[in-house]
């Protein structure tokens, strides 16, 4: 067995407005980082586009409808202040979609033991009916989805580590008793969801606000007390990480100050309890990162804890 990475040239394509922090050089820091000798033995895979049918186990056919249509035939376009489409960007979108969906079925059909998918746009603020955060498609909810939908799963749980909230798959999932969403993020920040409070359709979503300025020590702390037996006692058939690395110190948008290290532990943990649970079945999708070397770093840390665990 061994940890399979996803990812394609079409990706770089999805380009934004100079300046933007969610820019091309994100995934060409990664490759760049997971192309040194150390990674030799990764499963290199090229990301599949993915068809409608696998968009619409999320969103409804107008959000496809709206999100075709807004791809501009030269330059940018702006969908909202944060959220831009160039030419390309569906095709990336497609391909971020489409290697989620292809991870899952690799892992679950025992061609590799886990899988690192380094695709852009990323996707966990994309909601229902609406692109936001620079996300277009709710790419690991789509996963989720897809497990339990066409795999049959009846547990699946999403550990999101991102700064952010979660909100997209958050919105996507409320209502699905088959998956556990579990997110961490700094709070107040954008998008301002992921109250303790907001417990989902059936109580199977935890929220983990941290204040700023804290650091990987709170997390760690947290995570022991309020994760690992949560998704212990859940006995997840498969586990999906939605792998944000812009909690890290170096990170100009937010201010939790976590360290390479810490992304490192939280990789060891989560393959740890899908060892116990799931015959070590995860799945990783890129979501942000935006200072280029710590995201390289992290990502580097990240893969290598995968491929450990994937030997």
Not at 39 to 58: E, H, M, S, T, V
Not at 90 to 97: G, K, L
Not at 183 to 210: D, F, K, V
Request: charged share 20%.
């Amino acid at each position: 067995m061994t940890t399979a990475f996803y990812t394609h040239s079409d990706c770089l394509e999805h380009r934004t407005p100079p300046g933007h922090p969610e820019q091309v050089a994100r995934l060409q820091y990664i490759n760049d980082a997971l192309s040194s000798e150390a990674f030799d033995k990764l499963d290199r895979r090229k990301a599949p586009l993915c068809n409608d049918d696998d968009i619409l186990l999320c969103h409804p056919q107008s959000h496809l409808d709206t999100i075709f249509a807004a791809e501009p035939f030269k330059g940018s376009r702006a969908l909202d202040a944060d959220t831009h489409m160039s030419v390309g960007s569906v095709q990336a979108a497609r391909r971020a979609v489409g290697a989620n969906i292809a991870a899952v079925d690799a892992v679950l059909d025992r061609e590799v033991q886990n899988a690192f998918v380094a695709c852009r746009p990323p996707g966990h603020h994309a909601e229902q009916s609406t692109p936001m955060g620079f996300c277009l498609f709710g790419n690991a909810a789509i996963a989720a989805r897809h497990a339990i939908e066409r795999h049959g799963l009846e547990r699946v749980a999403i550990v999101d580590f991102d700064v952010h909230h979660g909100n997209g798959t958050q919105a996507l999932l409320w209502n699905e008793t088959r998956a556990l969403f579990v997110s961490s993020h700094q709070n107040p920040l954008w998008p301002g969801t992921g109250m303790a409070e907001e417990t989902g359709g059936h109580g199977h979503i935890h929220n983990l606000p941290l204040p700023p300025h804290s650091d990987g020590r709170l997390m760690r702390a947290t995570y022991d007390a309020q994760v690992w037996p949560v998704i212990d006692r859940y006995e997840p058939q498969l586990i999906i990480v939605s792998a944000g690395f812009d909690a890290h110190e170096a990170d100009p948008l937010a201010q939790l100050n976590w360290s390479t290290e810490d992304f490192a532990w939280l990789t060891q943990k989560i393959c740890g309890l899908a060892a116990d649970h799931c015959e070590g079945r995860v799945v990783s999708t890129l979501e942000g990162g935006y200072d280029l070397s710590a995201l390289a770093a992290a990502t580097a840390a990240h893969v290598s804890v995968l491929m450990e665990n994937g030997a």
